[in-house]
């Protein structure tokens, strides 16, 4: 049995991976941490775990942690984890960390995007960025494996196929994306709030979203030219789900058959992405609670666009299911392992 932690296991993402792990048939919870000072019973937090479930969230602590886990989890706000995964892994520990900390590649941009310092620089290059259908091989070696952001995941997806193939513009993309309330994280913030959320529906961080350069790195490097994308992000009144449309210029002659082929071929054996027939979109309910990213798409003769719609569940193959297909990869399991998906 392979030991795990979860470090901030009472937010959003951390209680998706205690969920999972504690059912996860070759992994064992060792650890899940809070900075609260009072230990919390992992009952009151899933209550459907019934009143038999033992586990506890304790008081973190790096020696205890470093003692019992081989793996961790870091499901804390980002700009906080940097220094903890640095000290795991030089602890020797496999460290998955599902902030922003290590998924950009150059010092600059993180600091410019996040705004603070980054205390481990050294470490960017190091990181594998966990997107399992494009980086199944390196995340199969990697120590330190940068889980991607939620919109991104949605994003990438739906892009990646189309690019990679040359069959789009790689610098006129267009992400208009939604996102359920879950997405913003469980500290207060008078945005996410039941009256300004309920019944409403706006836009935020308009072109100025801190996934912007993370999602042109990976279209950048996937494509191997430079990707330019214009990405709005939007509030939903729902509590979990995100829904990206995605509009892009085709090249000259392509046709829908070959926007089709990319995908399928694309996606062919992928355990957790689901093209839909063409002409057929997905919505939030399909993906809900899984570990699922459908696509569906069209051409639109008339603008040389194509459009594709994509759906995920924001905290988990946007965070914590895709976390665990990570870790399943790293540790030489079947992807799906453990990853319920129904
Ligand atoms: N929510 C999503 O859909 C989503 C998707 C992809 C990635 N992510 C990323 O995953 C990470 C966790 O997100 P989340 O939604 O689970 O956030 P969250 O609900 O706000 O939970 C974060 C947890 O970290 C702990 N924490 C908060 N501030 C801390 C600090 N300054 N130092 C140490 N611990 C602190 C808190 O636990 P205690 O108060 O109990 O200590 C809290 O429960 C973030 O970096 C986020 O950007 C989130």
Same mark, same amino acid.
């Given at each position: 049995?392979?030991?795990?932690?979860?470090?901030?296991?009472?937010?959003?993402?951390?209680?998706?991976?205690?969920?999972?792990?504690?059912?996860?048939?070759?992994?064992e919870i060792v650890g899940l941490t809070t900075r609260q000072k009072q230990s919390i019973p992992?009952?009151?937090?899933? #209550?459907?775990?019934? #009143?038999?479930?033992?586990?506890?969230?304790?008081?973190?602590?790096?020696?205890?942690?470093?003692?019992?886990?081989?793996v961790v989890f870091l499901c804390l706000p980002h700009t906080e984890a940097m220094e903890t995964a640095e000290k795991f892994l030089k602890a020797g520990k496999i460290v998955i960390d599902l902030s922003a900390d290590f998924r950009l590649k150059k010092v600059k941009d993180y600091e410019k995007w996040y705004k603070v310092r980054h205390s481990a620089p050294h470490l960017l290059k190091k990181a594998v960025y966990g997107a399992p259908e494009f980086f199944r091989k390196?995340?199969?070696?990697?120590?330190?494996?940068?889980n991607p952001g939620c919109y991104p995941t949605a994003a990438y997806l739906a892009v990646v196929p189309l690019l990679q193939r040359g069959l789009v513009e790689s610098e006129d993309i267009i992400i208009d994306a939604k996102?359920?309330?879950?997405?913003?994280?469980?500290?207060?913030?008078?945005?996410?709030?039941?009256?300004?959320?309920h019944e409403n529906f706006y836009a935020y961080k308009v072109a100025q979203h801190q996934h912007t350069p993370e999602i042109e790195q990976i279209l950048s490097d996937c494509a191997q030219k430079a990707a330019k994308v214009t990405f709005v992000t939007h509030l939903l009144p729902v509590r979990r789900g995100i829904l990206a449309t995605v509009y892009m210029k085709k090249k000259k002659n392509i046709r829908l058959q070959e926007i089709s082929k990319a995908f399928?071929?694309?996606?062919?054996?992928?355990?957790?992405?689901?093209?839909? #027939?063409?002409?057929?979109? #997905?919505?939030?309910?399909?993906?809900e609670r899984t570990n699922f990213c459908d696509l569906g798409f069209t051409v639109e003769e008339k603008t040389g666009r194509v459009i594709v719609v994509s759906a995920i569940d924001n905290l988990l193959k946007g965070a914590s299911g895709q976390a665990v297909q990570?870790?399943?990869?790293?540790l030489g399991f079947p992807e799906t392992k453990g990853i319920c998906s129904l």
């Open positions: 049995m392979n030991k795990c932690a979860v470090i901030g296991a009472t937010g959003y993402t951390g209680i998706e991976l205690v969920k999972i792990l504690i059912q996860h048939p070759s992994v992992v009952r009151d937090l899933i #209550p459907a775990l019934g #009143p038999s479930c033992d586990l506890m969230i304790e008081t973190y602590s790096f020696e205890a942690i470093k003692r019992k886990a081989d390196d995340i199969g070696q990697a120590d330190l494996i940068a996102s359920g309330v879950t997405g913003a994280g469980k500290k207060l913030n008078p945005a996410t709030q039941f009256c300004e959320v399928r071929e694309a996606y062919r054996g992928e355990p957790f992405v689901r093209v839909k #027939p063409e002409g057929v979109f #997905p919505s939030l309910k399909d993906v990570n870790m399943n990869i790293r």
